[in-house]
């Protein structure tokens, strides 16, 4: 028997796009979602302003696409709807620049909320603060719009001044594309602290660190780093494509029987579930988030640091030197495409 979903997934049919197409939306940022946002809604038939910083490096790109740029403040003050798809922790700053932009009922919305989450931004309550967020890099929100499809994507509301917020996310998630795979309702407190959670102890930094630490232990016993290298990091997407496409099922049904048997004794014993504990305690108390923003208050100097060592370590050369050797299948598939016709 197959289980329901606890939370409702939102389609194309629950949402109307009529409810904000008289809206003027600010897209703030030309970056990963920025680009893509802005280009959906303006296929979706949406009156788009980009706002981006007068020296802006995006600004040409913005503007090459037919989208209008002004500066942040500008757009914001035009908009009914202000996006913020800038940096993270850039976004206070300007959240400052923009706040009087937002008049009541207009709506603040985020694809993120770390900054309204841990207070780093309060707006005044008579704004919606919502946030439509797709579950998918820029680039991936823009081809699929393309393609007729779309990513699945979260929404969340945070205050409803208006009483229409969540009915409004809804018509701005199907007006990027998301509704067309899917939408789930979340709270920007759960959102941020599974997103938090799940990036430092599974996807980027559990899987850096169990791969470092499965290298370490072949190379310190004497094996080449190289067979080292393909056992612990490049075999690794063979794996984690098995998974996405099948669930751990599908993967154990694919790899050998002695793989199996051996994943499923042992791969317990080399994780640290208390580890996990403290870490989501420190997502959930705040503790992650001021050491974060004073981390850049004080221009990142650990993350410099990290940053350095994680470049310096053995596996970067290696992989680096590796990779090479069998670029060849890439070059070989680009000079097919790039081949002139009369050739
Ligand atoms: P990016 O880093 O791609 O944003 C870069 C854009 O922000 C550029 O246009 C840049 O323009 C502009 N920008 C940078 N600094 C400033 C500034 N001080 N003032 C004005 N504009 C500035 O951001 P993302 O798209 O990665 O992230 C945007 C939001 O989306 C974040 O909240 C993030 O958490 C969320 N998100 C991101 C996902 C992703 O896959 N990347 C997925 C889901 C959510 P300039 O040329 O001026 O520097
Ligand atoms: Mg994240």
Excluded at 40 to 65: F, I, P, T, Y
Excluded at 231 to 251: A, F, Q, R
Aim: glycine fraction near 10%; include cysteine; hydrophobic fraction near 35%.
């Amino acid at each position: 028997m197959t289980e329901e979903f606890t939370t409702t997934v939102y389609h194309d049919e629950d949402a109307d796009v009529s409810l904000i197409e008289d809206e003027t939306i600010a897209v703030l940022g030309y970056g990963s979602q920025g680009h893509a946002h802005a280009l959906n809604l303006k296929d979706s038939g949406m009156d788009v302003v980009v706002g981006l910083r007068e020296d802006s490096s995006s600004r040409e790109a913005a503007e090459a696409e037919g989208l209008r740029v002004e500066t942040p403040d500008v757009a914001a003050a035009e908009a009914d709807r202000v996006v913020m798809l800038v940096p993270d922790t850039v976004q206070p700053a300007v959240y400052e620049a923009i706040e009087d932009g937002l008049e009541a009922g207009d709506t603040l919305q985020f694809a993120h909320g770390f900054n309204i989450h841990y207070g780093q931004i309060r707006p005044s309550e008579d704004v919606d603060v919502t946030m439509s967020a797709p579950k998918s890099p820029g680039h991936l929100v823009r081809r699929t719009y393309e393609r007729g499809e779309g990513t699945p994507g979260l929404i969340a509301i945070y205050q409803d001044a208006t009483g229409s917020a969540k009915e409004e996310s809804l018509a701005y998630s199907k007006a990027i594309g998301c509704t067309r795979a899917g939408v789930i309702e979340t709270t920007f407190q759960e959102e941020v602290e599974t997103d938090l959670f799940g990036e430092q102890a599974v996807l980027c930094g559990g899987v850096t660190e169990m791969v470092k630490a499965g290298f370490e232990t072949l190379v310190d016993a004497g094996y080449a780093p190289e067979m080292a290298y393909f056992e612990c990091l490049n075999e690794l997407k063979l794996i984690v494509d098995l998974m996405y496409e099948g669930g751990h099922m599908g993967m154990w049904n694919s790899v050998s029987d002695t793989a199996e048997y051996g994943g499923l004794t042992r791969g317990e014993e080399v994780i640290n579930r208390e580890g996990m504990d403290k870490l989501l305690e420190e997502v959930q108390n705040g503790e992650f988030a001021r050491e974060w923003i004073s981390e850049n208050q004080a221009h990142r100097p650990a993350y410099k640091q990290y940053r350095d060592a994680e470049q310096n370590h053995q596996i970067e050369e290696v992989g680096a030197r590796l990779r090479e050797l069998f670029s060849w299948s890439e070059d070989a598939e680009q000079e097919t495409q790039e081949a002139p016709a009369d050739d």
